[in-house]
């Protein structure tokens, strides 16, 4: 499975992005998708992740801004982020799970000005 990101960019607090994660293959509705974010430094910590049936599970940190949705029928999954603030910014990695199985893009960098 390859996981391709796009979506990140430069927005200033309050603002919002959509980040988007289209991943190869044709057994899209078996994987679990999330997204986990990185600061230099620190340990890379879940955002958000969806099962293959909707369930959702959210880091208290975004809980209530951000929202993880996935388009089985496109192969993508998406997180909107919404009342960004300045501690959001980081690399936000895509991530797939199958079974014991993880896969990872390559990262996108969000980055939000005070």
């Known amino acids: 499975v390859q996981l391709v990101e796009s979506g990140g960019g430069l927005v200033q607090a309050g603002g919002s992005l959509r980040l988007s994660c289209a991943a190869s293959?044709?057994?899209?509705?078996?994987?679990?998708m999330g997204w986990y974010r990185q600061v230099p430094g620190k340990q890379r910590e879940l955002v958000a992740s969806?099962?293959?049936?909707?369930?959702?599970n959210y880091g208290d940190s975004v809980r209530g801004r951000f929202t993880i949705s996935r388009d089985n029928a496109k192969s993508t999954a998406y997180l909107q982020m919404n009342r960004l603030e300045p501690d959001d910014s980081a690399v936000y990695y895509c991530?797939?799970?199958?079974?014991?199985?993880?896969?990872w893009g390559q990262g996108t960098q969000v980055t939000v000005s005070s």
């Open positions: 293959g044709k057994t899209f509705t078996l994987l679990t």
């Open positions: 991530h797939a799970q199958r079974g014991a199985t993880d896969f």
């Open positions: 969806i099962g293959g049936g909707g369930h959702t």
